[in-house]
């Protein structure tokens, strides 16, 4: 069966630091996809990232980047120089291609970043 | 382009009474899905439609709830009789590639008192 795990509930951390949200997941298939999704405080769902789990070559956008391992089943997201503006609840998600079309999503972790 | 529209945004009702939300993929996509998100259980998918199908109704949480995709620009979600724990924010999306993408909507609040 799939399932995320993000152990952080909550992070806090002062402006300019990096942090890294942690994504932990588990499943049976060969093939499939891994999400980044973003909510703000204004409740949306922000599409962050898309990865397949045939591409483990890490992928940095701007601030953003993800590390992807299989060998670990993890899929770490990590903002450098961080901004009030990330403040957010962070979700990781899972899709397993073949055996259901389902994104199931972890418990997200609260990143506060505080000026 | 318009996203994924979702009504009402908010919604206040006593226990007992029927609710409906709304949504309006986005055109072209074929695949749609409700999510409930609450607190306690964080995001949970509650069921999916593949051209206007129903796929997978396994987190639909007991008979009180009904989905149904009439076409491929609407669907409906059902609560009767709803219940004070039903109160979470409703969540639709839209795509249309096997694993690609979901785009949500902005969510419709419930609330039940």
């Known amino acids: 069966a799939q399932k995320v795990t993000q152990a952080q509930t909550e992070i806090s951390v002062v402006e300019k630091e990096d942090v890294t949200l942690d994504c932990v997941y588990e499943t049976r298939d060969t093939t499939y996809y891994l999400f980044w999704y973003k909510q703000p405080p204004s409740g949306e769902l922000v599409f962050l990232i898309r990865?397949?789990?045939?591409?483990?070559q890490n992928e940095i956008s701007g601030r953003y980047s993800w590390n992807f391992q299989k060998s670990t089943s993890s899929f770490n997201f990590t903002i450098t120089a961080s901004q009030v503006v990330d403040s957010a609840v962070y979700f990781c998600?899972?899709?397993?291609?073949?055996?259901?079309?389902?994104?199931?999503f972890g418990s997200g972790t609260r990143l506060l970043v505080r000026p | 382009d318009a996203g994924v529209i979702q009504s009402p945004r908010h919604e206040v009702t006593e226990m007992g009474q029927e609710v409906t939300l709304r949504c309006k993929p986005i055109?072209?996509?074929?695949?749609l899905f409700w999510y409930r998100q609450t607190m306690m259980r964080g995001l949970e998918l509650l069921i999916y439609f593949n051209n206007n199908v129903p796929i997978d109704d396994s987190g639909m949480p007991e008979d009180r709830f009904s989905a149904k995709m009439p076409n491929a620009s609407f669907s409906t979600l059902k609560i009767q009789p709803s219940e004070p724990r039903d109160s979470a924010v409703y969540f639709c999306a839209s795509t249309t590639l096997n694993g690609g993408e979901l785009f949500f909507g902005e969510g419709s609040r419930l609330t039940v008192l």
């Open positions: 990865r397949n789990s045939f591409d483990e």
């Open positions: 998600a899972l899709s397993e291609v073949y055996s259901s079309y389902k994104l199931i």
């Open positions: 055109s072209g996509h074929d695949y």
